[in-house]
């Protein structure tokens, strides 16, 4: 049988870390395989969808070089639709087979009356309060009473009381769940018309000929539900995965509302961090590699990937680590590829039609060591191009009203001759002003410096000369 997995968002924003990763897994699993990946847009859920969450989701994957075989851009006519709200005749026909069945029932109930007697239960000292089966077995004539009423019904699933539901977890083994502790019989079409996500979800899983099911941990509790629903169909379910959560580095939920760490990818993109930087960073949070090695590109990952070694610890979300490795990245790109990702940033604060192509190479070659992400460059240029003069008080000690004058004029002097702005030219000009002028060392360096970025710290002195240009230079020191 065909290995087919899917990676099923909702549009109800934008790719986030722990989709990507889902996405990245459903994705290695599949290549590991010679599977499929399925990519479904789950997205019912209409008041939460936000215009574009589909395609950028789509388009930030591919950006990462996950590229699904269906999808709604590549349907399988087979398979298509791949949209839920497209699906929702099916889902219909599913329920309405359910209730002619006798495996599911119209409820009536409306929320607040639910609620209430939740909290009568609570109030009564049940622990886990749930549906209690009121619209189960309705006569005719309260039916007629409700309908008369205007209520509009939803349908809910018969549970099979005390039934255990048991599943191997490709990731955490065995696992063991009862009928009795799901809440009571649950909605599967909302009386909107819409299906709920457990039902939708084993519909299309079902009819797309899915096999393994890998997705966070936040869904475990779901999969008992789901295999309610597989049962009254008599369907065979496919297996099952639930990957850690991720945790920051204080132990606590990665939260997509958390505003302190980056995390999705269009933020990620926009910062200037490379895809393969961040699937070689999403593939080690919740998997280890053989003898701790920490670099993969995506195709040494799809050799080596195998879902034994997905842990079951929860994965810390490091965000130095990320910039340590996009770093690595950054630091091995080609000459040409640098360029081609640092253009962008520099752009931001550089006229780059002024300079020539070895220039502006030469340019970002002095930041390419040195810089986690593209922004970075942007910030480093901005401060000798823009200085802000915010001086720190001991480089402002190194400022002398005799000597720093001398300096500065010196310094105008020796590079007045120079004819390149090359290190070894540079590096003469500034001897050849400490001579002249009789100051040596941070009392020469420190007012230059001051001088012409307005700061005490950056990158190497000659190299700021060499981005200002000798006319920009003597200006500033003017
Ligand atoms: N639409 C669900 C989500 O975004 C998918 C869950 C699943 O993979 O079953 O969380």
């Not at 009356?113 to 939740?118: F, G, M, N, P, S």
């Not at 070694?309 to 790109?333: G, Q, R």
Request: charged share 30%.
């Amino acid at each position: 049988m065909e290995v087919r997995v899917r990676y099923a968002p909702s549009p109800t924003g934008y790719l986030h870390i722990g989709g990507a990763r889902s996405a990245l897994f459903n994705y290695l699993f599949a290549k590991k395989h010679n599977g499929k990946l399925i990519f479904r847009s789950e997205d019912t859920d209409i008041e939460r969808n936000v215009a574009g969450g589909e395609e950028s989701q789509y388009n930030d994957l591919l950006w990462l070089g996950i590229v699904p075989d269906e999808s709604p851009f590549n349907p399988n006519p087979k398979y298509a639709p791949y949209r839920q709200t497209e699906r929702l005749e099916i889902y219909r026909k599913y329920a309405q087979q359910l209730l002619d069945e006798g495996k599911a029932y119209y409820c009536y109930c409306t929320e607040e009356e639910v609620e209430a007697r939740k909290q009568e239960q609570l109030d009564n000292g049940v622990k886990a309060p749930k549906y209690d089966g009121k619209c189960r077995n309705l006569t005719p004539e309260e039916i007629k009473k409700y309908q008369e009423e205007g209520r509009v019904p939803c349908i809910r699933i018969k549970l099979t009381p005390h039934k255990e539901y048991r599943f191997h977890d490709l990731v955490r083994g065995e696992m063991k769940f009862s009928s009795d502790d799901l809440g009571g019989d649950f909605v599967i079409m909302k009386s909107n018309g819409l299906p709920t996500y457990n039902f939708a979800v084993v519909i299309d899983d079902h009819l797309m000929d899915i096999t393994h099911v890998l997705r966070g941990e936040e869904h475990l509790s779901n999969t008992p539900k789901q295999l309610a629903v597989y049962e009254a169909f008599s369907w065979v379910p496919p297996e099952f995965g639930h990957m850690t959560i991720i945790v920051n580095k204080n132990g606590k939920k990665l939260s997509k509302r958390d505003l302190n760490v980056l995390q999705f990818m269009s933020q990620y993109r926009e910062m200037g961090y490379l895809p393969e930087a961040i699937v070689n960073f999403i593939l080690l949070l919740g998997w280890n590699g053989k003898d701790n090695k920490e670099i993969y590109s995506l195709k040494e990952a799809e050799e080596a990937f195998n879902e034994k070694n997905l842990s079951l610890a929860p994965s810390t979300f490091d965000e130095e680590k990320m910039k340590w490795m996009n770093n690595y990245y950054i630091k091995n790109l080609s000459d040409e590829k640098y360029l081609e990702f640092a253009l962008p940033f520099m752009g931001k604060v550089l006229d780059v039609n002024k300079y020539s192509k070895e220039e502006l190479l030469h340019i970002a070659d002095m930041f390419k060591s040195e810089i986690s992400y593209g922004a970075m460059l942007t910030d480093g240029l901005k401060k000798i191009i823009t200085p802000t003069y915010d001086l720190d008080e001991e480089a402002v000690s190194y400022l002398n009203l005799e000597t720093s004058p001398k300096v500065y004029q010196a310094f105008i002097d020796a590079l007045s001759e120079v004819t390149d702005l090359s290190k070894d030219s540079l590096k003469a000009a500034f001897k050849k002003a400490m001579v002249d002028s009789g100051v040596k060392g941070k009392n020469f360096y420190m007012p230059l410096r001051l001088k012409l970025t307005g700061s005490h710290e950056g990158i190497e002195l000659y190299n700021i000369i060499a981005i200002l240009g000798k006319e920009e230079t003597i200006k500033r020191l003017r």
